[in-house]
């Protein structure tokens, strides 16, 4: 959807995308899904900081993207996740399910294939071919093509056998397909799939890597969080939910300025001049493909006070500290028309886990050297070298993390 021109299927797409997937009501309806997924991927943690002696050393991302894609498709699908395994009934070492495992292989290659020597010399490299890219493509796109026709296959068998017990989304769109077939076609549907899957997983978990760098190297404004939360929730009644993140302001400002810093998406996706315009004194052709660099904006000294510094405090009123409004200068879900649709589930994705794990974990550098916060290559900014750290229980949640 993000590559299509603003045609019928762009509408068609968004549309569906707005209402099906990321409405405050279908968001607030999923809401319990992120919630047990992010207390299972908590009780995991406890369970291995117990069996190490009280503290684990943590791959961070791994973790956070086996919960997210277990979570999402739950949410498409109703496919049994790693929440409802007892410690009895499954090895730690299985901690996703076969579909999440297979579809995680594919986005991590299919993120490895988005920059290559095809998109700056294609005449050559397609004379050449030496990593075969093209056919690796190919190979991609038809493998994961079949295995989301499966599941969708599979979804239209379970809910003629009545075992479908909770609407999903997929679910909603097959109604919509059977009351305008040539809308909501099979190829909308994966293509809707396709989008929710690898972007909520891997844009979010990456944003949450990102942040937990920042906080392990700011262990004072983690305090805050911390402590904010305790304020709401109490120490140690209960687990944080979704309800509880419209109370929380300063940890949605430590997401906000995470994303400045550090943007997913560092330059959004190519848009085209349909016309030939002038925009602040520079004549656009019609045809022009025009990049946004979200990554320099969000730095921009002209726009924000200390840019190179992590503030969160600095959206706490609304608005950064030269006076802009965040509409307008934030752009880490884009803007206008094509201002990503899914920004609610995006953030309360990132509220539930980062506050899951906030909550219920003290949280260490590997040695006294400050995490490396060097971006990585791609058209997404992942981090360079991949965040590990040391988790600990706290003491006042070990007897709630030993009973969820």
């Known amino acids: 959807m993000g590559h299509s021109n603003c045609g019928p299927y762009w509408r068609q797409a968004r549309r569906t995308t707005s209402t ?24 995991r ?15 961070v991302k791994s973790r956070l993207l086996e919960m997210l894609m277990n979570g999402l498709l739950d949410m498409l699908f109703k496919r049994t996740t790693s929440r409802s395994w007892s410690s009895d009934e499954k090895d730690e070492a299985v901690e996703v399910s076969e579909e999440a495992r297979c579809f995680m292989a594919m986005a991590e290659e299919t993120m490895e294939l988005t920059l290559t020597v095809w998109d700056f010399l294609p005449p050559l490299a397609r004379w050449l071919d030496v990593d075969a890219v093209g056919r690796r493509l190919q190979r991609l796109q038809a493998n994961r093509t079949e295995f989301l026709q499966r599941l969708i296959e599979e979804h239209k068998e379970m809910e003629k056998g009545g075992q479908v017990t909770r609407r999903t989304l997929v679910g909603v769109m097959l109604e919509l397909q059977d009351k305008d077939p040539e ?33 392990l190297n700011n262990p004072h404004i983690m305090k805050k969080a911390r402590d904010e939360i305790d304020a709401c929730v109490g120490e140690p009644k209960r687990l944080l939910d979704a309800t509880d993140l419209p109370k929380l302001p300063y940890l949605r400002c430590i997401i906000l300025e995470t994303l400045r810093l550090y943007p997913v998406v560092p330059l959004l996706v190519p848009r085209e001049s349909s016309t030939n315009c002038t925009v602040n004194g520079f004549n656009i052709a019609k045809g022009t493909m025009l990049l946004v660099n979200t990554f320099a904006i969000h730095r921009d000294p002209r726009t ?30 884009g803007m206008g028309r094509r201002r990503c649709p899914a920004e609610n589930l995006g953030m309360q994705l990132a509220g539930i886990a980062l506050g899951t794990m906030i909550q219920c974990f003290n949280w260490e550098r590997v040695g006294t050297e400050l995490v490396d916060m060097a971006e990585g290559s791609g058209l997404t900014m992942s981090k360079k070298v991949p965040l590990e750290a040391f988790c600990q229980p706290r003491a006042s949640m070990v007897d709630l993390l030993a009973n969820i």
């Open 20 to 43: 099906e997937f990321s409405s405050v009501e279908r968001v607030q309806h999923f809401a319990d899904v992120h919630e047990q997924e992010a207390r299972a991927m908590a009780r």
């Open 304 to 333: 924000w006070d200390d840019p190179e510094t992590f503030l969160p405090e600095r959206f706490e009123d609304g608005s950064n500290q030269a006076g802009k409004t965040t509409t307008t200068t934030d752009l880490s879900f």
């Open 45 to 59: 943690l406890c369970r291995v900081a117990h069996a190490s002696g009280g503290r684990a050393l943590v791959d």
């Open 183 to 215: 809308a909501y076609t099979d190829q909308l549907i994966r293509s809707l799939c396709v989008s929710a899957l690898e972007a909520g997983t891997l844009s979010t978990g990456y944003t949450i890597e990102w942040v937990m760098s920042l906080l």
